[in-house]
């Protein structure tokens, strides 16, 4: 049994979405967290060792970091497919997105919404922009990051899509609404929002 811990409107949610999409069994627990607004308070029942969500634990594990979590359910719940495993010609690619996705987008994301200079060369990521010519030309030929087949590297980045297209920090392109809708409109994520609603959170 998976435990997700988990705080309503915080990057936890998708793994809800995740969770669902791979037929594990797990539960929820509840905690909070301190919100960008002041509100909220450190849980002294969170493993993470910064109070933040999502963590996972199974068992004596403890797994944090979003992408990490990803990969860790998705090679242990391989049923589905939803993340190719060891040997899969896929593979590399979807290392290679997870490790973006954090390394890259989420910075590049927030470094635009913070206003900080980005200087090509010392940064370890880029500007939003060339994030999104690279997303642009990879979802102009296929339906998912890695291809034809959905994978959990969706699960992080179509969702923070959907959070954040239309804001002035990502413009909304028909490419893009294609995709985000391609993602939400899989029945494990309307699963994970009904869970959410019946957690009082949604
Ligand atoms: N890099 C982490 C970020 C986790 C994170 O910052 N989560 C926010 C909620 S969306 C949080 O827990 N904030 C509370 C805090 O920073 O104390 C991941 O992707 O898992």
């Known amino acids: 049994m998976i435990t997700l811990y988990h705080a309503p409107r ?3 949610s998708r793994f809800i979405f995740l969770l669902e999409e791979l037929g ?10 301190r919100r960008g607004d002041g509100s909220g308070a450190l849980d002294t029942a969170n493993p993470h060792p910064h109070g933040k969500v999502p963590v996972i634990r199974d068992g004596e594990t403890v797994v944090y970091e979003s992408a990490a979590i990803a990969l860790y359910l998705t090679d242990k ?23 973006y996705y954090a390394g890259v987008m989420e910075p590049a994301w927030m470094s635009a ?19 999104m010519e690279l997303v642009k030309a990879t979802l ?9 087949k959905f994978s ?24 893009l ?13 309307a699963r994970a929002q009904d869970i959410e609603a019946k957690a009082g959170h949604g």
């Open 10 to 12: 915080s990057r936890a």
């Open 24 to 33: 594990a069994p797990y539960e929820l627990k509840e905690v909070s967290i």
């Open 77 to 99: 719940f391989p049923q589905h497919g939803i993340g190719p495993l060891v040997g899969d010609a896929t593979r590399g690619a979807y290392l290679t997105w997870l490790a």
């Open 113 to 131: 919404f913070m206003k900080w200079d980005v200087r090509r060369g010392t940064a370890g990521w880029v500007k939003t922009d060339e994030v």
């Open 140 to 148: 102009s030929k296929q339906p998912f990051l890695l291809g034809e």
């Open 152 to 175: 959990a590297a969706d699960v992080l980045v179509a969702t923070t899509f959907k959070l954040f297209m239309g804001s002035p920090i990502l413009a909304k392109t028909d490419l």
């Open 177 to 189: 609404e294609a995709y985000v809708n391609r993602v939400a409109s899989r029945p494990a994520y």
